[in-house]
């Protein structure tokens, strides 16, 4: 009886994470404000502009729908710009930019 009740409970939340997973459009303008906000917090100068242009004309982005979860990738190059995981319509992105360096 307790093995049917947790099936039933893990089709109910594959069920909810497959309705309410991100789609490519919210995935692209999550990123996109993930983006801004890390360009105002380290600051505007002409370098960042410039950087942000150069970056934002090689840009190219990947989605993919793994059924329950979404992942969008933006890339410049072969630099990571931003990579976003979507469930349950919440966000988390990261940048490798973020990261500390060791020195």
Excluded: H
Aim: net charge negative; charged share 25%; with cysteine.
């Amino acid at each position: 009886m307790r093995s049917l009740l947790v099936l039933l409970l893990l089709a109910a939340l594959g069920v909810g994470a497959y309705m309410s997973k991100p789609t490519k459009e919210q995935q692209l303008a999550n990123a996109d404000k993930f983006l801004a906000d890390r360009r105002a917090r380290d600051g505007d100068d002409i370098g960042d502009l410039i950087g942000g242009l150069i970056e934002g004309a090689q840009r190219n982005d990947a989605f993919e729908d793994m059924i329950v979860a979404t992942k969008y990738t933006a890339k410049a190059g072969d630099k990571v710009l931003v990579e976003c995981w979507g469930a349950f319509t919440q966000y988390l992105c990261n940048s490798p930019l973020d990261e500390k360096k060791p020195t």
